[in-house]
């Protein structure tokens, strides 16, 4: 059963707008993800606590996160430090890649990924996987 996590819901509005404007590492990785295409359904821009996650995955309480240009800035690294302890200690797990390896190293994006879900998750789950035959 999943974990239900709280969230602002003063950030919904704020979430459905990020939606509409992803950069375009955060739209490349979302054609690659979207559709169970990893195995497990992600969501878009979805609130968590006080703050908006890029990618979340409810079944396994993974959340991928596109660091652009912005999170490289003075005092940016540090308050990201923050926020990713405060996502975990709500039991999430957080996963960052950046913009650039996004646009750049697709390819390794999502064997890292694909890695990441197996360490997770590493026994597939009868109700994804479709009926099996018997012998």
């Not at 596109?66 to 996963?95: M, Y």
Request: charged share 30%; with cysteine.
């Amino acid at each position: 059963m999943r974990k239900i996590i709280p969230y602002n819901p003063h950030l919904v509005n704020f979430a459905k707008m990020l939606r509409k404007n992803m950069t375009y590492g955060e739209i490349a990785l979302w054609r690659e993800i979207k559709g169970k295409k990893l195995g497990v359904r992600f969501s878009r821009q979805i609130p968590i606590d006080q703050y908006i996650v890029d990618f979340y995955c409810k079944d396994l309480q993974l959340a991928i996160e596109v660091d652009g240009s912005i999170h490289f800035e003075q005092g940016q690294q540090e308050k990201d430090t923050f926020r990713q302890k405060r996502l975990e200690a709500l039991g999430v797990i957080v996963i960052r890649f950046s913009d650039l390896d996004i646009k750049n190293n697709l390819g390794w994006v999502l064997e890292e990924l694909k890695d990441t879900i197996k360490e997770i998750d590493p026994t597939p789950n009868p109700s994804r996987e479709g009926k099996r035959k018997q012998l």
